[in-house]
């Protein structure tokens, strides 16, 4: 197979571009909003709400800001995403935090609040600042956990639980402002009104961001301008067919049209692959959410495609099928399994964001078990996807 992609990492939606175009207003917006937390930890609580539809750089701007500002394992201001995507509730938000600090949290047998006093406490213990991130925020509302929100802008603007200080600055993504409307009129008079919108990207826009990526992932001589040009008009937002303007897309296009050119043969990406890409672009399960899981969600998901693939004629698998497939699945990355009470959570965590679903065992099985399966995407463009994110996130 002949090779157009150089570095496949590039192409990922989690990877960290080494510019930012066309951002650069909402970027200078939002250090304005942060500097004096970042600039003078504990002096205050700092807050920003960003917000547009997905791909225009959110979540991309804020990792760009955490870099600008150093905000890494040296620094007393420690930079803390999480996705709400996968984390829905007080609870679970608080121990990705957690995990994230390296700070210890008992799996289960706590309240919410428990959970909460253990941060602070670790917070003060370790005299650390967090500029926490909360992305797909609108997320807790489609669940009426709103709460969750309203505790965390609370807790960030009350310094007397961090012994006089701020410790938390809080940054909000949602891809629609009405979603806080939902939180109560206290929460809201704190938060104010540091908004800072993202529109979708134009044609141009897209254009810039390809030729930026293409330039780093591929080999020079195969892709040209028209290439790219192609794939811009199908996706800006001015384009002569309406695109989203979602630049994720733009650039799983392009990873998309390069991997078949390679599966031909062919010496260039041409606009045959182009068209291929377009035409399975949107796939059921978005790259963005699949490459916020953690690397032992993704290898639990890649052993349940791998279990599928292995019965073609079978709707569901047994979960014991999948745990055997986790372990060698495992083994081929050079992972240690996990035991199978965190590989349970695993598995409750993909169902309630609708990457599988599950049913219990009926008649003509000995015994109870869960059976799984997946509907929403073809298992081999899905186990490429999780494949490519799961070896960028280990390398």
């Not at 603007?157 to 939902?182: C, H, M, Q, W």
Request: hydrophobic fraction near 40%.
């Amino acid at each position: 197979m002949r090779s157009i992609i150089r570095d496949e990492r590039v192409l990922m939606p989690d990877h960290p571009p080494k510019r930012l175009v066309h951002r650069e207003d909402q970027l200078r917006r939002i250090s304005g909003y942060l500097s004096g937390f970042l600039e003078n930890p504990g002096s205050s609580f700092s807050r920003a709400v960003i917000y547009g539809p997905p791909g225009t750089g959110k979540t991309a701007s804020l990792r760009y800001i955490a870099r600008m500002y150093a905000l890494d394992g040296h620094n007393k201001v420690r930079y803390v995403h999480v996705s709400c995507y996968s984390n829905r509730s007080y609870t679970s938000i608080i121990k990705s935090a957690a995990a994230q600090l390296g700070m210890y949290m008992p799996p289960r047998g706590l309240s919410a609040y428990e959970y909460i006093d253990l941060f602070v406490a670790g917070l003060n213990a370790r005299d650390l600042y967090v500029l926490f991130v909360l992305d797909d925020a609108h997320r807790i509302f489609d669940e009426q956990r709103h709460e969750a929100l309203a505790g965390l802008i609370r807790l960030g603007a009350e310094p007397s639980s961090f012994g006089g200080k701020y410790r938390l600055a809080l940054v909000i993504i949602v891809n629609d402002l009405s979603t806080l409307e939902e939180l109560d009129k206290s929460a809201r008079s704190i938060l104010g009104n540091p908004i800072v919108r993202f529109p979708p990207y134009t044609s141009s826009e897209i254009y810039d961001i390809l030729m930026d990526r293409a330039e780093d992932a591929l080999h020079r001589g195969t892709y040209s301008d028209d290439i790219i040009e192609m794939i811009s008009s199908f996706v800006g937002v001015d384009g002569a067919d309406g695109g989203s303007g979602d630049a994720r897309i733009a650039i799983d296009v392009l990873w998309k049209a390069a991997k078949y050119a390679e599966m031909d043969g062919a010496h260039a990406i041409y606009p045959e692959h182009v068209r291929r890409a377009i035409r399975d672009a949107s796939i059921g399960i978005r790259v963005e959410e699949l490459a916020s899981y953690y690397p032992h969600q993704l290898l639990l998901l890649l052993a349940i495609i791998r279990a599928l693939k292995r019965r073609p004629t079978i709707a569901y698998v047994p979960f014991g099928n999948v745990e055997e497939e986790y372990k060698m699945v495992c083994d081929e990355f050079g992972e240690k399994p996990r035991v199978h009470s965190l590989l349970w959570e695993f598995l409750q965590e993909l169902k309630k964001s609708g990457v599988v679903e599950t049913k219990p065992s009926g008649k003509g099985r000995r015994g109870r078990t869960t059976l799984i399966s997946i509907s929403r995407e073809s298992l081999d463009s899905l186990e490429n996807v999780v494949t490519s994110i799961l070896r960028s996130k280990l390398r």
